[in-house]
């Protein structure tokens, strides 16, 4: 046994220290989150690898126990083309949209409510009492309008593809009140012909964390952010402001579109970030928030101040005033 100068024993090496240090780490970004609301839109290789779901899942329920508000909107455009094919019924697709019809109206909403819900839901109960799942139509979570496609400047008609109008958040209030996490698929009720409508799930999201006065929107994809230079080169854009992202949007690759269209509404309408993550990297959601390098795309409002942890804040100090309403954003591109 060594000894100190002084005649004591020497402490002994710790093998666990490098785990305090990270839990250190987080504890400014714990103080910044503590009570706030992150939407999280699950999606990509995220949604169909099953460690990547399992690691998800983890996430999620992490947020919940350090303190956070999650909700989880999703899609499933690979699960509800699988399930088309297996009745027989064609996948179609205009102007980046699916089409669809009654028949095909009744499949996504058997996949996304009855599978790909039921399947989030029960990875996230292996961690306790927690989730709940709904859809957009229940307690008029949302509210939509028939979406038309655009072609050479002509309006098409694409069937049963909504435009979301409205959010009441009563519901999904209730359920973060009494500490459970929401799972939300995203279907929504029809403003005005007895419909039911699919919607762009990057859009009920982005809509979703606007009405909520969330603090982040976190979108979940197969690319590592968006890139300053694609395809010339994989630079990613670490942080950018809502007039910077709005100037390149017509830049943009077609499966980016909704998902920055996404990030902008929700930076314009109350949330403080809005963040494209690498879902194909285990626990993402995770090192986005919690660590000091963090990973992905962040687009923060105009004249929003550094990303740095800021110290916590004084007993004095006033919470932000919450807005009443908000415009929702109209959907394109990638439609489940």
Not at 286 to 303: A, S
């Amino acid at each position: 046994m060594s000894v100190s100068k002084a005649g004591q024993a020497a402490p002994r090496k710790n093998t666990a220290l490098p785990k305090a240090r990270t839990l250190i780490e987080a504890l400014p970004w714990l103080t910044r989150h503590h009570g706030k609301t992150v939407v999280v839109k699950f999606g990509g290789n995220a949604m169909v690898d099953e460690e990547l779901k399992a690691a998800f899942a983890q996430d999620v329920v992490f947020l919940r126990h350090a303190g956070l508000r999650p909700v989880v909107v999703h899609g499933g455009g690979p699960q509800i083309s699988a399930a088309l094919d297996r009745f027989g019924l064609v996948s179609e697709f205009k102007a980046g949209l699916r089409v669809t019809t009654p028949e095909a109206m009744d499949v996504v909403r058997m996949v996304l409510a009855g599978q790909v819900q039921r399947e989030l839901v029960g990875l996230l109960n292996r961690h306790g009492p927690l989730a709940v799942g709904m859809t957009g139509e229940d307690a008029h979570l949302m509210t939509a309008v028939q979406h038309f496609a655009e072609i050479d400047g002509e309006r098409v008609d694409i069937g049963r593809v909504g435009e979301i109008t409205a959010v009441d958040t009563g519901a999904v209030t209730a359920l973060l009140d009494d500490g459970r996490i929401p799972v939300i698929s995203s279907i929504a009720r029809s403003a005005d012909d007895g419909h039911v409508y699919n919607v762009n799930a990057d859009t009920a999201a982005a809509a979703l964390a606007a009405s909520l006065d969330a603090e982040t929107l976190m979108i979940l994809t197969d690319v590592e952010g968006l890139y300053e230079d694609w395809p010339a080169s994989d630079e990613v854009i670490s942080r950018l402001t809502a007039s910077e992202l709005e100037a390149l949007l017509p830049e943009l690759a077609s499966g980016m579109v909704p998902k920055m269209r996404g990030c902008l509404h929700a930076v314009r309408n109350g949330v403080s970030t809005a963040r494209v993550l690498d879902g194909r990297v285990p626990h993402s959601i995770l090192l986005e928030i919690f660590t000091d390098d963090g990973i992905g795309t962040m687009v923060v409002p105009d004249g929003a101040p550094g990303d740095e942890p800021p110290a916590p804040p004084a007993p004095s100090s006033a919470p932000d005033p919450q807005q009443a309403t908000h415009p929702v954003p109209t959907p394109l591109e990638e439609q489940a």
